[in-house]
């Protein structure tokens, strides 16, 4: 099986920083594009930032020059550097991954994974 766990989240006046982390385990063969999306109360997810394994990225409009996401493919790890919050930032944030995974070295299976969410809330 796979796992992804998400940390980092918490209580942020504005303008201030957070960094969340989201680790991927279990039976990887591979990782491909990871991501971050974020719900706040009364709205659907949406995107916020994704990484390809080689490295290229996207941001959704509202956190373009404020966020920055990054991956350490050898601890199978991404990261969002959260800089200049703003209250309108507030939500759950989740990692994604797509992960192929293996099993028993001769089967493989490629699906989405989700972390279990962690609370970033932007506040003074």
């Known amino acids: 099986q796979v796992r992804l766990v998400d940390s980092g989240g918490g209580l942020v006046q504005p303008g201030g920083s957070l960094r969340l982390s989201c680790a991927a385990s279990?039976?990887?063969?591979?990782?491909?594009?990871m991501g971050w999306h974020r719900q706040a109360p009364g709205k659907e997810r949406e995107l916020v930032a994704t990484i390809t394994s080689g490295g290229s990225t996207n941001y959704a409009d509202s956190v373009k020059g404020r966020f920055t996401i990054s991956r350490d493919n050898a601890k199978n790890m991404v990261y969002l550097q959260m800089n200049s919050l703003k209250p309108e930032d507030t939500a759950v944030y989740y990692c994604?991954?797509?992960?192929?995974?293996?099993?028993?070295?001769?089967?493989?299976?490629?699906?989405?994974?989700w972390g279990q969410g962690t609370q970033v809330t932007v506040s003074s």
């Open positions: 994604k991954a797509d992960i192929t995974r293996t099993e028993g070295g001769s089967r493989y299976y490629r699906n989405d994974y």
């Open positions: 279990g039976s990887i063969f591979s990782v491909n594009t």
